[in-house]
Nanobody, 126 residues
Framework: QVQLVESGGGSVQPGESLRLSCAASGRAASIDAMAWFRQSPGKGRIFVAAVKWSSGNDYYADSVEGRFTISRDKAKSTGYLQMNNVEIDDTAVYSC???????????????????WGQGTQVTVSS
């Protein structure tokens, strides 16, 4: 079992920055990759970014490429999502998830991930 707890959400204005954290506990050694998804009304839960736990290789949805950066601190068993130049459309509940077996071909699929956090609300408004 891996327990995940997100933090860092809040209300910001367009153009500002926000950093989300995802703290893992339990069998964190089983983590092969961590990803962030977001869910907003009418859009379902969609892929945002993923990071390979061992190498740090990172992957992004087109909508956030160049604005968001995913990273992880293996020693702290914690992942991060740095959100820069946020837009109103970034408003969503952001959830982190971990996978025991990572493949870039399926990294956007919900079923790739074994454990999920509770989510943290990010609201971007002017």
């Amino acid at each position: 079992q891996v327990q995940l707890v997100e933090s860092g959400g809040g209300s910001v204005q367009p153009g500002e920055s926000l950093r989300l954290s995802c703290a893992a506990s339990g069998r964190a050694a089983s983590i092969d990759a961590m990803a962030w998804f977001r869910q907003s009304p009418g859009k379902g839960r969609i892929f945002v970014a993923a990071v390979k736990w061992s190498s740090g290789n990172d992957y992004y949805a087109d909508s956030v490429e160049g604005r968001f950066t995913i990273s992880r601190d293996k020693a702290k068993s914690t992942g991060y999502l740095q959100m820069n130049n946020v837009e109103i459309d970034d408003t969503a509940v952001y959830s982190c998830a971990t996978s025991r077996r990572f493949d870039v071909a399926t990294m956007t699929w919900l079923t790739t991930y074994d454990f999920w956090g509770q989510g943290t609300q990010v609201t971007v408004s002017s």
